[in-house]
């Protein structure tokens, strides 16, 4: 079992559309966990961080975390081309910062 | 202030080569991790540096990979004999860990290509 796993995708949504991303984790203790997006032939980029059940929103992102459910999401509100992207997501599990990251789900948002 | 920077920013070796990839964390970081990305493929993660402390070697695949920090500033990745396999884009990245948020924040990578 992948320890975090991601909607594989590809995800296409319309211009102006929310966009939902979804995390499963396998560890119940993981304390943190990060959204980052990557665009092709770059290196990731942090969008947002959540430490605690419920809901964080930063502009047009909100991220979602269920810790019981051990998922965590993150919406993307009107959507633009420029989201167009892949979307990473990490998993803070030990004593440190070493991060288990998902393989990613690519977005698309269409004109 | 300035980001993690990485060198060089592009590498191709032939087969059997050695290579130093350097990275600098953000001033003030203590933490300084080694990612690899092979094309079309999530982070795999490689080895953690914080501070003093014993590095954290548990994602190396093989012993001809190595890697150094002195104190909490520059890190050179080592490669010894390079494959075709390690052909990929090397990520570091660096965070605080005062405060538990150890938000990670990455450098643009160095690509290498071995021939």
């Known amino acids: 079992q992948k320890e975090v796993e991601q909607n594989s995708g590809p995800l296409s949504v319309p211009e102006g559309a929310i966009a939902s991303l979804n995390c499963t984790y396998s560890?119940?203790?993981?304390?943190?966990f990060f959204w980052y997006r990557q665009y092709s032939g770059k290196s990731p980029e942090l969008i947002m961080s959540i430490y605690s059940n419920g809901d964080k929103e930063d502009g047009r992102f909100t991220a979602q975390l269920n810790k019981a459910s051990q998922y965590v999401s993150l919406l993307i509100r009107d959507s633009q081309p420029s989201d167009s992207a892949t979307y990473l997501c990490a998993v803070r599990s030990g004593s440190y910062g070493k991060l288990t990251f998902g393989q990613g789900t690519i977005l698309t948002v269409h004109p | 202030g300035a980001g993690v920077s990485q060198s060089p920013s592009n590498k191709v070796t032939e087969k059997g080569k050695d290579v130093e990839l350097r990275c600098d964390p953000i001033s003030g970081h203590t933490a300084l991790y080694w990612y690899r990305q092979r094309l079309g493929q999530g982070l795999e993660f490689l080895i953690y540096f914080q501070g003093n402390s014993a590095p954290d070697k548990s994602g190396l695949p093989s012993d001809r990979f190595s890697a150094e920090r002195t104190g909490e500033s520059v890190s050179t990745l080592t490669i010894q004999r390079t494959q075709q396999e390690d052909s990929a884009v090397y990520l570091c990245?660096?965070?605080?860990?005062?405060?538990?948020?150890?938000?990670?924040?990455f450098g643009p990578g160095t690509r290498l290509t071995v021939t």
């Open positions: 990245a660096s965070s605080y860990t005062s405060g538990g948020t150890y938000e990670q924040y």
């Open positions: 560890d119940r203790g993981s304390q943190s």
